[in-house]
């Protein structure tokens, strides 16, 4: 027969046990949580540093567009160094080299800065997709309207000067656009994704 005394022991053993079962599992329980929480902060970390990168490649990618359809749109005329197009500072002066032989030089710099570039963009994005597959979606979209403008690019640069001109007056302006609608939409991915921009520090 089991005596009070015994039964004190085995309730004291008992919930010494439960006690110790219920501290081990409060700090698994713990240790998960952290572990999730540190989990969830070193993707957003990972996805600010992918998008980053994106970014920083979009902008090499926009400084090449900007600078071929600038100069296809304000090389002078061969009129005379006061025509339409010029400059006012003598650096792009009407010399032997006619429009169309500037403009294959620059389309052959921009196709091999174009090159060079598209590997570093893709991967950006197809390493976001890893992460987080909406965002993915979204700079995707970003991508596609960037490899548009760099087919018109491309083309313009294959005509004769007159329509070359053209097309370079409208791409300017349309790459101009994008360039805004591009950053805009890489700023508010970077806020969904808590990135927090630093307060400028107070005027003195």
Sequence with gaps: ?????????????????????????????GHIVNNWLQGGREKKKELRERIAELASVMGAAQQSMDWISWCGVNYPHPKGT???????EGIYKPQSTSYEKMIEGLASSYVAEMKAMWPK?????????SYDYKLYGELYELAKEL??????????????EMHCRSDFEQLYDDIRG??????DDIASLMRAIGYKQQNPSPTM
């Design 1 to 29: 027969m089991v005596t009070h005394h015994e039964e004190m022991g085995m309730d004291s053993t008992t919930a010494a046990l439960i006690g110790a079962a219920i501290g081990a599992f409060a700090g698994l329980i």
């Design 82 to 88: 006061t025509g339409e197009g010029t400059t006012g």
């Design 121 to 129: 963009i893709l991967g950006a994005i197809a390493a976001v997709a």
């Design 147 to 160: 490899a548009r403008l760099d087919i018109r690019v491309t083309k313009a640069t294959m005509k004769t």
């Design 178 to 183: 994008f360039a805004k609608r591009w950053m």
